[in-house]
């Protein structure tokens, strides 16, 4: 869900699940992580009002918040795509293609790094390795995993996540 959301709004409706989810965790800086994409998973995407939220829930410095917030790609800190492509470039991905990839990517979608496209649909990113090194080139499209990706495989990827009512995303390795 994207929407827009105040401070107020967030410390109302997360600080009882935030709380419950720090029981599992030994200190308050801990749970920072968890209550972001908490946080993220409710409202669509994170921004400094949320930060700010969870530091105050959490009775953190924001800049805790706001440097994990920065640090980790998983994080999206501004109202992106529905879907978030993160092709992965670094070396064993780089060395099976992963730059044609991503130069693929932009001339397919008239876009560039950190862009999103006109139509909303569709945000490009290159992140570090996401752990699928021996399937490489390698993508994360939201949470679900595309491997061994050819220009003919993203096209295929893209031609279904542009199609209206169809989301193939099913959370399943591919
Ligand atoms: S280097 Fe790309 S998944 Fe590991």
Redesign the pocket.
């Known amino acids: 869900m994207t929407a827009a959301y105040s401070k107020q709004d967030i410390i109302a409706e997360l600080t009882v699940p935030i709380a419950e989810i720090a029981k599992c965790y030994p200190t308050q800086r801990s749970v920072i992580m968890p209550a972001l994409y908490l946080a993220q998973e409710t409202y669509g995407f994170l921004d400094e009002t949320a930060y700010r939220a969870i530091s105050e829930i959490l009775e953190v410095p924001e800049i805790w918040v706001f440097e994990l917030a920065s640090f980790y790609t998983l994080y999206k800190n501004k109202n992106i795509g529905k879907y978030n492509l993160q092709l ?7 060395l099976r293609g ?1 730059y044609d990839l991503f130069a693929h990517l932009q001339t397919r979608l008239g876009i560039n790094k950190g862009e999103t496209s006109k139509d909303g649909l569709f945000t490009l990113t290159a992140v ?6 021996d ?4 993508m994360m499209v939201n949470d679900t995993y595309y491997t061994n990706l050819s220009k003919e495989r993203v096209d295929k990827l893209l031609d279904q996540l542009s199609q209206a009512d169809t989301d193939p995303l099913t959370g399943n390795e591919q």
């Open positions: 992965c470039t670094n070396v064993p991905c780089m992963a570090e390795c996401i752990g699928s090194c399937v490489s080139p390698a």
